[in-house]
T-cell receptor, first 110, second 114 residues
């Protein structure tokens, strides 16, 4: 399984943007980059995914480096509700499964 | 409307017992999964079913037996429970098990084996 590397934890102030980095130097050409988050005492929740181009949705933006060896999840205005563990996951066609690492614990201060 | 639901939410039982956890999704998805999150918070896939057919079995002890009566349900039966089975079990589903489809997770079942 292709591996990802994320910081153990990050802290942000409420209402400020947050950039969560992820390194995936062994990514293959067909791997999708997925981000999930897990709020306390809840199941993981899909955030965003991309292949090569930057992606935006209502929750976040995903910036993918040109060589695809790293990516950054951007929360444009962090709220207290965004405090969670954020997982960066490479998803290949086969075997088709999500392989979760340790993730980044995001703390948001009011 | 609950997309992926699991029952029960909490399960406390003695070692050696047999128990089941049920999962249902109303999203019309054809692929379902079971994940285990241990006390260190690591999430690991256990099984994946596509159209009632087992497609991933991650070297889980054969005391764990998933059963998919139809596309909308994937139940997990555990025989002879052990202390190490204590964990939170999450069910998930997706539309086709391809690498670009998101997975939707249930709220989890916290299993405690005494």
């Amino acid at each position: 399984d292709a591996k990802t590397t994320q910081p153990n934890s990050m802290e942000s102030n409420e209402e400020e943007p947050v950039h969560l980095p992820c390194n995936h130097s062994t990514i293959s050409g067909t791997d999708y980059i997925h981000w999930y988050r897990q709020l306390p005492s809840q199941g993981p929740e899909y955030v965003i995914h991309g292949l090569t181009s930057n992606v935006n949705n209502r929750m976040a933006s995903l910036a993918i480096a040109e060589d695809r060896k790293s990516s950054t999840l951007i929360l444009h205005r962090a709220t207290l509700r965004d405090a969670a563990v954020y997982y960066c996951i490479l998803r290949s066609e086969a075997p088709n499964k999500l392989v979760f690492g340790a993730g980044t614990i995001l703390r948001v201060k009011s | 409307d609950t997309a992926v639901s699991q029952t029960p939410k909490y399960l406390v039982t003695q070692m050696g017992n047999d128990k089941s956890i049920k999962c249902e999704q109303n999203l019309g998805h054809d692929t379902m999964y079971w994940y285990k999150q241990d006390s260190k918070k690591f999430l690991k896939i256990m099984f994946s079913y596509n159209n009632k057919e087992l497609i991933i079995n991650e070297t889980v002890p054969n005391r764990f037996s998933p059963k998919s009566p139809d596309k909308a349900h994937l139940n997990l039966h555990i025989n002879s429970l052990e202390l190490g089975d204590s964990a939170v079990y999450f069910c998930a589903s997706s539309l086709r098990g391809s690498s670009y489809n998101e997975q939707f997770f249930g709220p989890g079942t916290r299993l405690t084996v005494l």
